[in-house]
């Protein structure tokens, strides 16, 4: 099967801003580099907050209400989506 | 300025500015 992304495979193509009930959401497209083999990505993605370039030591959280990640392949008409929220 | 950064693998960082 397609081999898990690395350095240079995946772009952001999409940034969707949300807001409801005093939260702020940010749902980020994930999309083949163009010309990238497809690949795998698999659970939640790190994630630091950065203010001026350096992390911020805000605390980051799973958050499962939005849904279970699975392993899933990326292909070039099949982006792969993460939804950030804070509050 | 803020942003976030998101490792989708070990070696594929990606940085959304205009965050806060």
Do not use: M
């Not at chain 1, 799973?62 to 939804?83: F, H, I, M, N, Y």
């Not at chain 2, 300025?1 to 806060?20: Q, S, T, Y």
């Amino acid at each position: 099967g397609p081999a898990p992304c690395g350095h240079g495979d995946l772009v952001v193509a999409l940034v969707e801003p949300d807001e409801a009930r005093g939260t702020a959401y940010r749902t980020v497209t994930l999309r083949l580099t163009r010309g990238t083999e497809p690949c795998t990505v698999r659970g939640y993605p790190e994630t630091i907050v950065l203010a001026k370039g350096r992390p911020a030591g805000v605390a980051t959280v799973p958050d499962q209400t939005l849904g279970r990640p699975e392993q899933l392949t990326v292909l070039p008409d099949r982006s792969a989506k993460v939804t950030l929220a804070w509050s | 300025n803020d942003a976030v950064r998101l490792w989708v693998a070990p070696d594929l960082p990606l940085e959304l500015p205009g965050f806060g």
